[in-house]
């Protein structure tokens, strides 16, 4: 999304540093999380404050950075000398990042020597880990017994990813970039409406061929489709993306599938669709594909233009609603004009029981929209935003229709 959301306001974050070559990425999340309305409080252990500085971590989150369990200064704006328990008693979560090995072999046994783990095992408060480590620190058996541990403790561990390594070499255990640990901490405090459910969407435009360089598309950027796809994960669905080609990155943690024409969108649907509780078809699909695309480019000098033959697209929503057992259905209607009474035709044709419905002219392209609702409850407005924002009012509204589904 081109524009910041604030989806971290009114959060307070520990922001915890253990020693590890990544330290130098939380320096980043902390103004990441900032840019997004968080408050950020560092934490530092002794072994941290060796790779990146106290001072820049101070200058960075604009706080006063911890190391000590023995620093007297006011914590949480309480001078009883326990910042231990006064840092974490503010914070809606703690997140470590980096989290080295040791440190998450100490929180297995409990074990609290210095201020970080002591807020760790003293907290009040959700704690999430974002591990840091060479490729066979991760995989040693005692690091993995840990992580299993930690989990069955309530722990939420970020990542690691696999990749290129500090010490050169190559495998799991690398942290998190920022913007996946900041991606990863909106979603975990995102509600959890469709916890368990499989969500199935479509976005994008289809891409008809004429020849191998030509075909028919059109405006639809897939932003709406995107967003919707990452609010429903972000509410705990498994979602599946099926989309057209777009310039756009697939929100974390949806399964993507990348497709051009209509007929391999509907291939892709149909092939999923035996398991979804939720088909959401945000893909302005084309209408009409060449009949017989030209293997060949077509060329300019053959003489006069040449002449298209059509054939009709399959309606993959309608095929989808008309199944006998189908998921719960969610079209859009993008109209240039008579909204209202095109979106609500539509829903009956198409026989879904809700219908979005949205001006072509503010929509297309654009990073925010305006929905109007259309379903046998009559006709909601969902105002002016943000793609994702109204991407997140649609996920409550449908989580509320499968509650009585
Ligand atoms: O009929 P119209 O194209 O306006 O309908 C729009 C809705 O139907 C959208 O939800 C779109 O994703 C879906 N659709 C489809 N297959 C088509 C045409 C539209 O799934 N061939």
């Known amino acids: 999304m081109a524009t ?24 980043e999340l902390t103004r ?30 604009g706080r006063p950075v911890f190391t000590s369990q023995w620093d007297d200064r006011s914590a949480g704006g309480i001078s009883n000398n326990m910042a231990h328990i006064n840092l974490s008693r503010e914070a809606d979560a703690i997140v470590v990042a980096p989290a080295s090995a040791d440190f998450m072999a100490k929180l297995v046994h409990g074990r609290c020597d210095d201020l970080l783990s002591t807020l760790c095992i003293a907290r009040a408060c959700p704690l999430l880990l974002a591990p840091a480590m060479n490729r066979e620190m991760w995989a040693n058996p005692a690091t993995q017994r840990n992580v299993v541990q930690l989990r069955a403790d309530g722990i939420t561990l970020l990542g690691p990813a696999s990749g290129d390594q500090a010490c050169g070499e190559i495998g799991d255990g690398r942290m998190l970039e920022a913007h996946e640990i900041l991606s990863e901490l909106i979603t975990f405090f995102q509600p959890k409406l469709l916890q368990g459910k499989q969500v199935l969407v479509t976005a994008g435009p289809t891409f008809e061929p004429i020849d191998p360089v030509r075909g028919i598309t059109n405006l639809s950027s897939g932003k709406m489709g995107y967003a919707i796809a990452q609010a429903a994960h972000e509410a705990g669905a498994r979602v599946t993306l099926v989309s057209g080609p777009t310039a756009l990155a697939p929100p974390r943690g949806v399964s993507l599938i990348k497709v051009q024409t209509a007929q391999q969108m509907l291939a892709a649907v149909m092939a999923e669709v ?67 009474q095109n979106a609500e035709t539509k829903r009956q044709k198409k026989n879904v029981p809700l219908l979005i419905g949205n001006l072509a002219q503010n929509a297309l392209g654009a990073d925010e929209n305006e929905l109007m609702l259309y379903s046998d409850a009559g006709i909601t407005r969902l105002a002016r935003a943000d793609k994702l924002v109204l991407a997140r009012q649609l996920v409550a509204v449908i989580a509320q229709a499968l509650s009585k589904h």
């Open 4 to 27: 910041t959301l604030r989806d971290l306001d009114g959060k307070h974050l520990v922001l915890g540093l253990t020693g590890g070559i990544a330290a130098y990425k939380a320096a």
């Open 32 to 61: 990441r999380l900032q840019d997004h309305g968080a408050t950020v409080q560092i934490v530092m252990t002794e072994a941290a404050t060796h790779f990146i500085t106290p001072v820049t971590m101070q200058a960075l989150s």
């Open 274 to 340: 035996g398991q979804t509780d939720v088909f959401v078809s945000v893909a302005a699909v084309a209408d009409w594909a060449v009949r017989n695309p030209l293997t060949q480019k077509i060329k300019k000098d053959d003489g006069a233009p040449p002449r298209l033959d059509f054939l009709a697209n399959p309606d993959i929503l309608a095929s989808v609603a008309n199944l006998a057992s189908p998921p719960y259905c969610v079209g859009f209607a993008a109209e240039t004009n008579d909204l209202d």
